[in-house]
């Protein structure tokens, strides 16, 4: 009992101590129980961050994201950030042979190809652009895809194949705006080359002879051969406001600032005026110039002006390829609402490969015959302008003829 009393205080200091180390030991558990659990709320917040800015670009970029199990052939679509418009979408765990159906036919085999090549280990990255047809529906969209493989087996063989798919419709309709800006600046630089080549020869030729004819003619004497050359200068003189007249008749036409005037006339009698014009100016007796109209009158509705340019191109056009028979004028009864007009001619014909570029802009097939080429392309501009059409019919050492037509408004 003394022994117990005289060590008391021994035996409590001792269990105090006990408690306190005990105290102490669990205190620092706690400590690196929280400071672990920090770093794990940590390492979680970046997971997050990392998860929420991926899912931000995904959606940034519009992407649908996509795994294919390399040992079942089948894919699942994750996550998808397109624009919800008729996008292809496949259940999850969809054979791929059942999506290789969805790809256009002119674009299937390159794109399985390619991804055959990844799923066998070929290849390391997939990147295809290609068409997509749209569910229920005639229609497609252009589609642009990533892949790469993101599982392998120990012997380095493909297990999953992860990848992403985007829209690009806007993309490609801006490249296609593109190319077309291209190749219209192209085609004009193409058109002003020709039209300075064409251009400058057919002024040269009749100011050549205007400025040559006036030199010599203060120098005749007799009336006979003055007249001769005072008619030549007066011919270039029309040829010359001819070209000049087509030249500010297709800016006007091609800008759309012509004004277009539509009145009520009998074609009868505007033909016959043309007719009997070309009539007067025709110096030969192997050519005759001739009528043919289906009524004794016809009244149409339509801008008599623009029509008027139009056949004189025509006539022009058939006499100057015209030697020996006959160019006639005429037109067909209305059928539809519309009025055909045509010139006919009994000359050398236009070849067949030739007649779907006849009406372009300076093409000229007898480099030996005047003209600038600007003629029948104004034509179709003009007509084009008045809701109509043109057109060739031909046959080498047969002839041609070559017809407008326009609306006939209140023609009958």
């Not at 259940?91 to 085999?109: C, F, L, N, Q, S």
């Not at 800006?181 to 020709?194: D, F, I, M, P, T």
């Amino acid at each position: 009992m003394e022994f117990l009393i005289a060590h008391l205080e021994l035996i409590v200091w001792t269990i105090a101590g006990a408690f306190v180390l005990a105290g102490l030991f669990l205190m620092y558990l706690q400590y690196q129980t929280s400071a672990k659990l920090k770093s794990e709320l940590g390492e979680l917040s970046k997971v997050k961050k990392h998860n929420v800015e991926y899912e931000l670009v995904l959606k940034a970029m519009k992407l649908c994201t996509w795994r294919i199990d390399v040992p079942t052939r089948t894919i699942t679509y994750e996550s998808d950030f397109r624009d919800k418009v008729d996008n292809y979408t496949p259940a999850p765990g969809t054979p791929i042979r059942e999506v290789e159906k969805m790809y256009t036919d002119e674009y299937r085999h390159r794109v399985m190809s390619a991804m055959n090549d990844l799923i066998e280990g070929r290849v390391e990255e997939f990147h295809e652009q290609y068409r997509v047809k749209i569910p229920r529906s005639n229609h497609s969209y252009w589609s642009e895809g990533f892949a790469t493989v993101s599982e392998r087996d120990g012997q380095g063989k493909p297990l999953v194949i992860v990848g992403t798919t985007m829209r690009i419709d806007d993309r490609k309709r801006m490249e296609n705006a593109i190319i077309t800006a291209r190749n219209q600046a192209e085609e004009a630089n193409r058109l002003k080359s020709a039209f300075l080549a064409n251009i400058s020869h057919e002024i040269r030729t009749p100011l050549n002879a205007i400025v040559g004819f006036s030199e010599v003619l203060p120098m005749v004497q007799e009336k006979a051969e003055r007249e001769n050359l005072m008619a030549l200068i007066k011919e270039n003189n029309a040829k010359l406001l001819t070209l000049i007249d087509d030249m500010v008749s297709m800016s006007k036409v091609e800008s759309g600032t012509a004004n277009i005037l539509k009145t009520s006339f009998d074609l009868n009698i505007i033909l016959h005026e043309v007719s009997n014009n070309y009539q007067s100016q025709l110096h030969s007796d192997t050519v005759v110039v001739q009528t043919r109209f289906p009524q004794e009158t016809c009244t149409i509705m339509t801008d008599r002006q623009k029509l008027t340019e139009i056949v004189n191109h025509y006539m022009t056009n058939a006499l100057k390829f015209t030697r020996r028979g006959s160019v006639t004028l005429g037109y067909d009864p209305v059928k539809n609402g519309k009025i055909r007009i045509w010139v006919q001619d009994t000359g050398k014909g236009i070849p067949e490969s030739e007649l779907d570029r006849i009406f372009e802009r300076f093409v000229k097939l007898d480099e030996f015959i005047q003209g600038t080429g600007l003629g029948l392309s104004l034509c179709r501009s003009i007509a084009y302008s008045l809701n109509g059409n043109v057109g060739v019919e031909s046959k080498v050492d047969a002839g041609s003829l070559f017809w407008v037509e326009l609306p006939a408004g209140d023609g009958e």
